[in-house]
């Protein structure tokens, strides 16, 4: 069974950094290309950013661009997301979401972790 | 890159069928057949429906189902369910360079 686990969510003061990880379990995780995917609270889904499965490509939405981090670490089957210079904006429940083979969708989620940015 | 438009809500009775529409450009629903479609409860994470416009993964009912017109792609589920309540959001690949994905604004089906 597909699993996927994120992580290191909490409460951040504005300006701090946050080190999300997603454990994933039950398929081949260097094989797949992975995704970040938000929610804001009440709000609709935003993407965040996106990996190949060997780490050597990497795409961010301009809105966490230079200040958000993906990473990957295939021998631990984990996916990171590095968030620094962290604003109110980036409040959200982040999670991490395998990217189907060839079909460029998101076919299992984790259960999300939340980011809440406040003084 | 604005996000796809969806109506805010839609809502049906019991064994009716609904049609949640998904407007975006000639860079993302018109131009990728990469259109798919994630049904949310409240709380919990988003399940994929509907992939590569009309495509769905196994396990999914066949009352779920999709297309795609020009710029415009929509979901219809038929035989609407009490568990159909929830809210919907399509998603498509785009060639803009502020991202890689486009999630469409969110449509929350209500079964009266």
């Known amino acids: 069974e597909v699993q996927l686990v994120e992580s290191g969510g909490g409460l951040v003061q504005p300006g701090g950094s946050l080190r999300l990880s997603c ?3 039950g398929f081949t995780f260097s094989s797949y290309e992975m995704n970040w995917v938000r929610q804001a609270p009440g709000k609709g889904l935003e993407w965040v950013s996106y990996i190949s499965s060997s780490g050597s490509t990497i795409y961010y939405a301009d809105s966490v661009k230079g200040r958000f981090t993906i990473s990957r670490d295939n021998a631990k089957n984990s996916l990171y997301l590095q968030m620094n210079s962290l604003r109110a904006e980036d409040t959200a429940v982040y999670y991490c979401a395998r990217e189907a083979v060839t ?3 998101f076919d299992y989620w984790g259960q999300g972790t939340l980011v809440t940015v406040s003084s | 890159q604005s996000a796809l438009t ?4 839609v809502s049906g009775s019991p064994g009716q069928s609904i049609t949640i529409s998904c407007t975006g450009t000639s860079s993302d629903v018109g131009g990728y057949n990469y259109v798919s479609w994630y049904q949310q409860h409240p709380g919990k994470a988003p399940k994929l429906m509907i992939y590569e416009v009309s495509n769905r993964p196994s ?4 009352r779920f189902s999709g297309s795609k ?3 415009t792609a929509s979901l219809t589920i038929s035989g609407l369910q009490a568990e159909d309540e929830a809210d919907y959001y399509c998603s498509s690949y785009t060639s803009s360079s502020t991202l890689l994905y486009v999630f469409g604004t969110g449509t929350k089906v209500t079964v009266l």
């Open chain 1, 23 to 25: 454990a994933a379990s």
């Open chain 1, 103 to 105: 079909t460029s969708n």
């Open chain 2, 6 to 9: 969806q109506p805010a809500s």
């Open chain 2, 59 to 62: 396990g999914v009912s066949n």
């Open chain 2, 69 to 71: 017109s020009g710029n």
